[in-house]
């Protein structure tokens, strides 16, 4: 069993940074897969970043390419979220799930296993 503890959201201006982080109790959570993904009122959960279990493999989606920069510290069980130049679109509640989940499927939410409660992400413009 994994417990994910979100952090680091809040309100910033379009163009600032946010780091978050997921905090996992339970040992079997550097064997996992972690991805990121968020949820905006009235959408459906939305795939960000995902990072292997060693951390030698991170995927992106288009939309937080070359902004946002996943990675993770399995000696703290900890995988972060580097979020930079912010716009209003980025506006959601960010969750982090983990699960052994194949490379084939790394951005789909059906795929993991494990969530956390998430933390909202407000970006004013």
């Known amino acids: 069993q994994v417990h994910l503890v979100e952090s680091g959201g809040g309100l910033v201006q379009a163009g600032g940074s946010l780091r978050l982080s997921c905090a996992a109790s339970g040992r079997t959570f550097n064997s996992y897969r972690v991805a990121w993904f968020r949820q905006a009122p009235g959408k459906e959960r939305e795939f960000v970043a995902a990072i292997s279990a060693s951390g030698g493999n991170t995927y992106y989606a288009d939309s937080v390419k070359g902004r946002f920069t996943i990675s993770r510290d399995n000696a703290k069980t900890t995988v972060y979220l580097q979020m930079n130049s912010l716009k209003p679109e980025d506006t959601a509640v960010y969750y982090c799930?983990?699960?052994?989940?194949?490379?084939?499927?790394?951005?789909?939410?059906?795929?993991?296993?494990?969530w956390g409660q998430g933390t909202q992400v407000t970006v004013s413009s």
């Open positions: 799930g983990a699960g052994f989940v194949s490379s084939a499927f790394y951005a789909r939410p059906d795929k993991y296993d494990y």
